[in-house]
């Protein structure tokens, strides 16, 4: 088992910045970061292997949002610029995905994994 405990949500205009964090209970081989807005279904933000030689992220966030993994912690960090109102939602770390070679996008997809955290509310409004 895997407990994954997330921090760093809130309240920001748009146009701002936020870094969400999640630290895992042990070493995992891949960690990610899903949302969910109301209404809508959960889809994958951003997801990284432990080495950081793998990434994965979503086309609405690429250029805005950058996933890293600090591995002495058990770590992974989602750093949000420049922050849109339609990027409010629920935040989940999830974590023991694998990646897989997507050879019609030439670029990696991340499956996802059976450990989630409880989830952090981002809020982007002013």
């Known amino acids: 088992q895997v407990q994954l405990v997330e921090s760093g949500g809130g309240l920001v205009q748009p146009g701002g910045s936020l870094r969400l964090s999640c630290e895992a209970s042990r070493s995992i081989n891949a960690m990610g970061w899903y949302r969910q807005a109301p209404g809508k279904q959960r889809e994958l933000v951003a997801a990284?292997?432990?080495?950081?030689?793998?990434?994965s992220y979503a086309d609405s966030v690429k250029g805005r949002v950058t996933i890293s993994t600090d591995n002495a912690k058990n770590t992974v960090y989602l750093q949000m610029n420049s922050l849109k109102p339609e990027d409010t939602a629920v935040y989940y770390c999830?974590?023991?995905?694998?990646?897989?070679?997507?050879?019609?996008?030439?670029?990696?997809?991340?499956?996802?994994?059976?450990?989630w955290g409880q989830g952090t509310q981002v809020t982007v409004s002013s």
């Open positions: 999830n974590a023991g995905g694998d990646f897989v070679y997507m050879w019609s996008r030439g670029s990696y997809n991340y499956t996802g994994g059976p450990y």
């Open positions: 990284v292997n432990r080495g950081g030689s793998r990434t």
